[in-house]
C-alpha cells in the first residue's frame, strides 16, 4: 500500500495550491479517503474525509469553506483543492485511507496507522 503525495510548495497568502494523491497497492474505491497535515511543532491534524464513493465529505473547521476535497476513482487518485491559503496553512500535507469522523466531528485514522508516507511540504508566505 502506498499513497504518493504531490503538488505542494511557496504561495502567498490568498493564493491556491492543488494537491494530488496516487494510490498504488489497493483499490481506491472501497475506501474512506482523506487529507491529514502537519505544523512544525504541533500535533498531526485531520484536513478532510471523504466516504468511499464520495458521497459525503467532512471538512476541519479551519479549512471549510476554503478547501475542496475530491477523488477520481478510476484514476486511483485523490485531491485537495486549496484557496485563500493562510499562512497557519503552511505544514506538511499526507493523503490517507481509512479515515473516519469521531462523535466531536474529528477527522482521524487508527492510532497506528501505518501508511503516512512522505507528504508534501506547503508553505504559505505573509
Known amino acids: 500500500v502506498q499513497l504518493q503525495a504531490s503538488g505542494g510548495g511557496l504561495v502567498q497568502a490568498g493564493g491556491s495550491l492543488k494537491l494530488s494523491c496516487v494510490a498504488s497497492?489497493?483499490?481506491?474505491?472501497?475506501?474512506?479517503i482523506g487529507w491529514f497535515r502537519q505544523a512544525p511543532g504541533k500535533e498531526r491534524e485531520g484536513v478532510s474525509c471523504?466516504?468511499?464513493?464520495?458521497?459525503?465529505?467532512s471538512y476541519a473547521g479551519s479549512v471549510k469553506g476554503r478547501f475542496t476535497a475530491s477523488r477520481d476513482n478510476a484514476k486511483n487518485t485523490m485531491y485537495l483543492q486549496m484557496n485563500s491559503l493562510k499562512p497557519e496553512d503552511t505544514a506538511v500535507y499526507y493523503c490517507?485511507?481509512?479515515?473516519?469522523?469521531?462523535?466531536?466531528?474529528?477527522?482521524?485514522?487508527?492510532?497506528?496507522?501505518?501508511?503516512w508516507g512522505q507528504g508534501t511540504q506547503v508553505t504559505v508566505s505573509s
Open positions: 490517507v485511507r481509512d479515515c473516519y469522523i469521531t462523535h466531536e466531528r474529528t477527522i482521524v485514522v487508527d492510532v497506528n496507522y501505518p501508511h
Open positions: 497497492g489497493f483499490t481506491l474505491d472501497y475506501h474512506a
Open positions: 471523504i466516504s468511499p464513493r464520495g458521497g459525503s465529505t
